[in-house]
């Protein structure tokens, strides 16, 4: 054999082993980044169900029911349940920003920014966790435990999360996931959010990988059945129980009346819940989801409108209870700070393309295949008062998650590999 031609089939065969050894390793670390995906509850840690033994020195903050009311103090044992595209990531920045202000413990995963979702959590995820340990905050993403939650945090800790129109979820999902759900690739026509309502049992298959992401994705985030028959009595026992389990449930289209009642409720400050929306996608250029296919979207997802219509019929029960004319006065109290807070703090004002972005820091993590999340670029000139403040309150979850000391090897390996094949 010619020499050139030799070397070209070694060139080939080494190619062809350099391309199988890193495809094993991608699926490796892949099967780890995403774990399989288990109906059944998970075992629980190893010593049970006992609650969390606070160290000597952390005493319990015993807090009245009664809100921001003269003579409460702050609670600062906090269970926030994540669920998917709510505005979660901006309540999750509140928190991080609360608990780094007072020095507060947080639960954070081990290697990633998630616990091992959509696995059910476990204590033992927790990043150096020991039995007995107790936590003040938790609040990444998981797929809901709640004895297993239970056991880390204080016996009053404060249980919250958020819900949103199960059709805008489903929407907002669709587009941010729909690349890594595989039976979404059949799907051939431009508008492929459309294709798939007209007829979302041709498509959909509910043991297809990432399935969770496109159906009753609430009822699945917080620990249930998403498959569940609507028609099973299980399902208004599970809403129950959530409400049993849950001292507020923010509503994502109602954010400022719902920080108004978190705030009431944990008696804080306004200055701790003061916000930037964060994780936003780009408006689409084609129109949202309306009439038939708004209407579609809400049947297909049937067992989260449930849930949404029973939370969203309480949570105007607790503003009634609250004050109507006092829900007002407050919102917009809120509404001035954070608005004078976008003045001090935004080069230009507003939310940004991600290629518009001038500081790395402030680059938010990015759906596969897509750039639509916005970000912000920070003002050079920011007085010292408002300089850490304005930062805190800018960065986005990956870096905030670092600046607060959680390894994350799995989330910037993973950044590293889509960054380098361009994904």
Sequence with gaps: MPLPQKKRWE????????????TSFLLLLYSYAVPPLH???????PEGTAPCSPAPGEPETVTPANGSAAGCQPR???????THKTASST????????????GLKFAFPNGRNDFDYPAFFARSLVQDYRPGACFNIICNHMRFHYEEVRGLVPPNATFITVLRDPARLFESSFHYFGSVVPFTWKLSSQDKLAEFLQDPDRYYDPNGYNAHYLRNLLFFDLGYDSGLDPGSPQVQEHILEVERRFHLVLLQEYFDESLVLLKDLLCW???????????????????????????RATAWNVLDARLYRHFNASFWRKVEAFGRERMAREVATLRRANERMRRICIDGGRAVDAAAIQDSAMQPWQPLGAKSILGYNLKKSIGRRHAQLCRRMLTPEIQYLM?????????????????FLQW
């Design 91 to 102: 309540l999750l920045n509140i928190l991080f920003r609360f608990g780094q202000k007072h």
């Design 11 to 22: 060139s080939m065969a080494k190619g062809l082993v350099l391309g199988a050894l890193f």
């Design 269 to 295: 400050e306004l200055e701790d819940v003061l916000y930037f929306k964060l994780n936003a996608r780009r408006d689409p250029a084609g129109p949202r989801l309306s009439g038939e296919l708004y209407r």
């Design 39 to 45: 109906t059944g509850l998970a075992s629980a840690t």
């Design 76 to 82: 600062r044992d906090i269970v926030f349940m994540k």
């Design 403 to 419: 600046d607060l000391g959680v390894n994350l090897w799995v989330t910037k390996l993973w950044k590293f590999i889509r960054d």
